[in-house]
């Protein structure tokens, strides 16, 4: 594993794969590092041919963590949210997919298929919508966008399909 900064913090990550194999950027989901991938599956994906860059997120494992940033207090974001004011937040989701490009950028790949799991999906939808030259395919498993009585699934980027429910690891 090594590290790497982009967007102004410090990432942990891993590449694995043939040098040549089109990239796969892996997202996980809260407090889950890069080593919560099943194995089995990184070691299929690599068997294909694929490169896979796996990363601990921000406030993740060996990467920076915001030492400093309180939790938000939920009902104070809600206020702010319904009075029609940006609640104050250490970071966004805006911010964790621009960490995903700025990780892309740092390691010099152009674009990649990305798959998030969790608030790793949440993240990739973000990737794909704020930078969407970056995400060939985006697959994000393990959220809830549902709305109507069938609860009915969609994703807001229209990058984004299913993926299997092993990606997960069962959480």
Request: glycine letters at 10%; aromatic letters at 4%; hydrophobic letters at 40%.
């Amino acid at each position: 594993m090594a590290q790497v900064r982009a967007n102004g913090i410090t990432l942990e990550y891993e590449l694995s794969g043939p040098d040549h194999g089109q990239p796969i950027l892996m997202i996980h989901g809260v407090g889950a590092q890069l080593i919560r991938w099943p194995q089995a599956l990184c070691d299929a994906l690599t068997a294909a041919g694929f490169r896979l860059l796996r990363y601990d997120s921000r406030d993740i494992g060996l990467s920076t963590h915001m030492v400093d940033a309180q939790v938000p207090n939920l009902a104070d974001v809600t206020a702010a949210r319904n009075a029609g004011r940006e609640p104050d937040l250490p970071y966004t989701l805006a911010d964790l997919a621009d960490d995903a490009a700025g990780l892309l950028t740092a390691l010099g790949i152009p674009a990649a298929h990305v798959v998030g799991v969790s608030l790793g999906g949440m993240v990739a939808q973000q990737l794909a919508i704020a930078h969407p030259g970056r995400v060939h395919r985006c697959a994000a498993s393990c959220l809830r966008l549902c709305r109507g009585p069938r609860q009915k699934c969609y994703s807001p980027c229209g990058r984004c399909g299913p993926v299997s429910p092993a990606l997960s690891n069962g959480s």
